[in-house]
């Protein structure tokens, strides 16, 4: 079981969606986990989210981020996030729209970045974390 959990193909494609989308994380999971105690109470007290369940999104965003560029636990990783990006689209901006808030005349951001965010984290749990990732060193493959 473990051993499909990792299991990847030396593909470059994946290599390269697993690091933009890794790296374009890194800031969303440092400002929530610089700020633990007002992001978890804005969660659990604003937003109504069991502590649990804030606590996990905090995680997927700080420690996927860096799973997603190393390429360890790439599928877990690639899981979280797109958990992560469904519940704030469901929570938060749904109701603002499809487009991002590029003039300021929104109340709020739409979901056009989550929806990519989401649609790659796809690819990922599908095709695993590719050419150099730990996955890859796990699963017996060099």
Known sequence: MFKKLVQTKDDFVMLFLRVILGVVYIPHGLQKILAFKWTMQMFTVDLHIPWVFAFLAVMAEFLGSWGLIAGFLTRVAAFGIAIDMAVAVYL????????MNWFGSQKGEGFEFHILAIAIAVVLMI???GLWSVDRVISGKK
């Open 92 to 99: 938060l901006h749904w109701r603002n729209g499809f487009f």
């Open 127 to 129: 095709r695993g974390g």
